[in-house]
T-cell receptor
Framework: GDQVEQSPSALSLHEGTGSALRCNFT?????VQWFRKNSRGSLINLFY???GTKENGRLKSAFDSKERYSTLHIRDAQLEDSGTYFC????????????FGSGTQLTVMP | NAGVIQTPRHKVTGKGQEATLWCEPI?????VFWYRQTIVQGLEFLTY????????DSGMPKERFSAQMPNQSHSTLKIQSTQPQDSAVYLC???????????FGHGTKLSVL
């Protein structure tokens, strides 16, 4: 079954506002990565977390392996933040395969 | 650092033809991955190399797909007798090692007519 459940599938924000994306895992994961697919179709690595939280500018991510979830918070959204965001996780069994969420299509409106 | 380089960006083949996709990982990265992305299936793992050695190809369709990494600077994904269902964006990615951040190339969009 699906091991990574990402929500929401689509999100619209006005400039300057914020929200959070979430990935729930059906099994224990040892690390999570967040990516953004930009307008050119490239996957840009935003974060790698094995635990705790990381912050980069207006983005902040958290990962709780025990509770089996990760979040990506966006604050003060800008037009250029629009795109599709993916989480991807590696299982604790030592697998190096990343299992991707289905993505969140973010649209930032003026 | 040019990032992961994939060529060609687009490839169109006729049904039954062969397609070879190329990837140049980031210099110094020992882990190289191939993924396939479709609207229906999303991102799917295909195969993984570490220090040029094939570690796991469990995601590869067995009969027509093959991947090689003849040297540390490039990897190829070959699809023989392409079928319309092979149409997808094929993504190559590399990381310093398998437990580090993964960096993707732009992908090769394969269209099988």
């Amino acid at each position: 079954g699906d091991q990574v459940e990402q929500s929401p599938s689509a999100l619209s924000l006005h400039e300057g506002t914020g929200s959070a994306l979430r990935c729930n895992f059906t099994t224990t994961m040892r690390a999570v990565q967040w990516f953004r697919k930009n307008s050119r179709g490239s996957l840009i690595n935003l974060f790698y977390l094995a635990s705790g939280t990381k912050e980069n500018g207006r983005l902040k991510s958290a990962f709780d392996s025990k509770e089996r979830y990760s979040t990506l918070h966006i604050r003060d959204a800008q037009l250029e933040d629009s795109g599709t965001y993916f989480c991807a996780a590696a299982a604790s069994s030592g697998s190096w395969q990343l299992i991707f969420g289905s993505g969140t299509q973010l649209t930032v409106m003026p | 650092n040019a990032g992961v380089i994939q060529t060609p960006r687009h490839k169109v083949t006729g049904k039954g033809q062969e397609a070879t996709l190329w990837c140049e990982p980031i210099s110094g990265h020992s882990a190289v991955f191939w993924y396939r992305q479709t609207i229906v299936q999303g991102l799917e793992f295909l195969t993984y190399f570490r220090n040029q050695a094939p570690i796991d190809d469990s995601g590869m369709p067995k009969e027509r797909f093959s991947a090689q990494m003849p040297n540390q600077s490039h990897s190829t994904l070959k699809i023989q007798s392409t079928q319309p269902q092979d149409s997808a964006v094929y993504l190559c990615a590399s990381s310093l090692n398998s437990n580090e951040r993964l960096f993707f190339g732009h992908g090769t969009k394969l269209s099988v007519l």
